[in-house]
């Protein structure tokens, strides 16, 4: 790695992005992949920030990006693979998808609710001094919005974002130019979830073994007849409490999750968003179930919530948090 003096980097910025990162704004940071929309990773708020800005529907997860291996290992569970893969790819292409620590600093809205994460060390030297002076990882969705091409130039993030990001960092044109290779090791074997800057074929000659793509681990499962294989169990937070969308009045048992002024005579609620905020409602959505799922109310209440922006994202959570049959089916 080209070394970076950090003092000269941020000296010569208007903002500064480790304030800007503390203070649970957003800072464009260049990889060596695509240009990344990235946030302090244990950040609710920050993190319902990037969802909303890229208009994303849905709560995919999140990549956290780290500065060395030493610093992935304080998040996630390692195993032998894992050091082999970062030993010879890190920094570069590789995302890999890990068992999460327990009580490890990562909002769950970066993970959707589940207990894996995915990692990568980023091969940009600009940015993976920041991180390594952030001393925490950052999590960076690609910096467009939902659906439109992935940013390659600091130009083209200005046009999909304008001012609405308070730093962006112009590191060059990325080198690699397509996302990173998401590799799921969580499982009994390592499944590519998404083909990218480092292929298949050189991920198999360094394991010494084969590398199942998605699609193949489902006919696998099928053909087994079973779900039992981890790459398929439900790894997303759901209540056990029934969860009852759209409620428009509180039985006497119910708790209720809020959105703006709450319904009248609920004994237990939780208030996503008293002013009927949509950024602040996602970036409570995960500790408002946790916390009346805990309360042995006989169902949680969901007020209804507002279908436009992350509203459309939060909605989609519920809904797949509301359907409680299916328990054994990865949900998204
Ligand atoms: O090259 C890249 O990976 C860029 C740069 C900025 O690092 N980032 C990027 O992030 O492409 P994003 O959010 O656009 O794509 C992340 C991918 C998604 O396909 C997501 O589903 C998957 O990684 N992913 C993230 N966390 C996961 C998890 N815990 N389990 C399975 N897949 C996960
Ligand atoms: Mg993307």
Not at 30 to 50: F, M, S, W
Not at 280 to 302: Q, V
Request: hydrophobic share 45%.
């Amino acid at each position: 790695m080209q070394s970076y003096n950090i003092q000269n980097i941020v000296s010569n910025l208007e903002d500064n992005p480790l304030t800007l990162w503390n203070k649970g704004q957003l800072v464009v940071v260049p990889t060596e992949t695509v240009y990344g929309l990235a946030a302090d990773a244990a950040n609710d708020t920050a993190v319902a920030q990037i969802y909303a800005l890229k208009k994303r529907p849905k709560f995919n997860p999140l990549i956290a990006h780290m500065a060395d291996i030493a610093m992935a290992k304080r998040y996630v569970v390692w195993c032998d693979e894992a050091e082999i893969l970062a030993r010879k790819f890190w920094p570069g292409a590789l995302t890999l998808v890990l068992p999460l620590q327990s009580g490890a600093a990562i909002s769950a809205l970066a993970t959707d609710g589940g207990d894996t994460l995915a990692i990568r060390v980023p091969n940009h030297p600009i940015t993976r001094a920041l991180i390594a002076a952030f001393d925490k990882p950052i999590v960076a969705p690609s910096a467009n919005q939902s659906g439109r091409i992935s940013p390659t130039k600091a130009a083209h993030v200005r046009a999909e974002f304008g001012d609405a990001v308070p730093l962006i960092i112009d590191g060059g044109a990325c080198a690699i130019g397509v996302e990173s290779t998401v590799l799921d090791l969580t499982g009994d074997a390592p499944v590519l979830l998404r083909a990218g800057g480092i292929t298949a074929n050189e991920i198999e000659a360094a394991l010494g073994k084969s590398v199942l793509r998605a699609h193949q681990q489902n006919i696998a499962q099928k053909g087994a007849g079973t779900l039992r294989s981890p790459g398929m169990l439900t790894r997303h937070y759901a209540p056990n409490t029934k969860l009852r969308l759209n409620a428009t009045e509180v039985m006497p048992d119910e708790a209720l999750l809020a959105f703006g002024a709450p319904l009248p005579g609920a004994a237990i609620i939780f208030n996503l968003s008293e002013s009927g905020d949509l950024v602040e409602a996602a970036s409570r959505l995960f500790a408002g179930l946790r916390e009346l799922d805990a309360t042995g109310a006989s169902a949680i209440a969901a007020m209804p919530i507002p279908n436009e922006n992350i509203g459309e994202a939060i909605n989609d959570r519920l809904t797949r948090a509301a359907v409680r049959e299916q328990g054994s089916r990865i949900r998204g």
